[in-house]
T-cell receptor, first 115, second 114 residues
Framework: GAVVSQHPSWVICKSGTSVKIECRSLDFQATTMFWYRQFPKQSLMLMAT?????????EQGVEKDKFLINHASLTLSTLTVTSAHPEDSSFYIC???????????FGDGTRLSIL | GNSVTQMEGPVTLSEEAFLTINCTYT??????LFWYVQYPGEGLQLLLKATKADDKGSNKGFEATYRKETTSFHLEKGSVQVSDSAVYFCALRSSSGSARQLTFGSGTQLTVLP
């Protein structure tokens, strides 16, 4: 079945560091991928829609200069948290779907901890 | 806009008990409905889905029926196991427009005790 791989699974770094998270579709091509953020014991909040070959679409309230998204190929989208601060600590999850009418498949998530 | 209202947790059951997690939705048109499960420290896994009214999704003993008249998609399992302990999310995907993002409910934490 469709597999989405996310890397790294856990990041701990100092405040002010930029962190890049990768999301790969392993056995299908994905023109669209989604990035979510999840706070402890809460639901997923859609941050942005990543579009291959074009700019990402950000949800209201999400800073596009803070959360840089690049979708340079049909199998890879990256989320870079720039100059991360403790309030950016969270669980970030990506998803993609093989075809427009197929369910989304999720990566295993990246736990980001900013000290 | 679209929204999903999900039964608040946490839910604690004994092994072999019957499980129901309520989910209702608001959407225009004919959305697709999903249940996802999230185990601790992991991403979401699709549990089951239904794409039209009266469809029943089922997987691993879990079932949910798409009820358009009550705009509901309640999750049920006849006999839960300890390994079913996880967070369950109800979600919908709109049938209109070009976007394919999901709208999630708030999640329900299920703990099954031996």
């Amino acid at each position: 079945g469709a597999v989405v791989s996310q890397h790294p699974s856990w990041v701990i770094c100092k405040s002010g560091t930029s962190v890049k998270i990768e999301c790969r579709s392993l056995d299908f091509q994905a023109t669209t991928m989604f990035w979510y953020r999840q706070f402890p014991k809460q639901s997923l909040m859609l941050m942005a829609t990543s579009n291959e070959g074009s700019k990402a679409t950000y949800e209201q309230g999400v800073e596009k200069d803070k959360f840089l998204i690049n979708h340079a190929s049909l199998t890879l989208s990256t989320l870079t948290v720039t100059s991360a601060h403790p309030e950016d600590s969270s669980f970030y999850i990506c998803s993609a779907f093989p075809y427009s009418n197929q369910p989304q498949h999720f990566g295993d998530g990246t736990r980001l901890s900013i000290l | 806009g679209n929204s999903v209202t999900q039964m608040e947790g946490p839910v604690t059951l004994s092994e072999e008990a019957f499980l129901t997690i309520n989910c209702t939705y608001t959407a225009t048109g004919y959305p697709s409905l999903f249940w996802y499960v999230q185990y601790p420290g992991e991403g979401l896994q699709l549990l089951l889905k239904a794409t039209k009214a009266d469809d029943k999704g089922s997987n691993k003993g879990f079932e949910a029926t798409y009820r358009k008249e009550t705009t509901s998609f309640h999750l049920e399992k006849g006999s839960v196991q300890v390994s079913d302990s996880a967070v369950y999310f109800c979600a919908l995907r709109s049938s209109s427009g070009s976007a394919r993002q999901l709208t999630f409910g708030s999640g329900t934490q299920l703990t099954v005790l031996p």
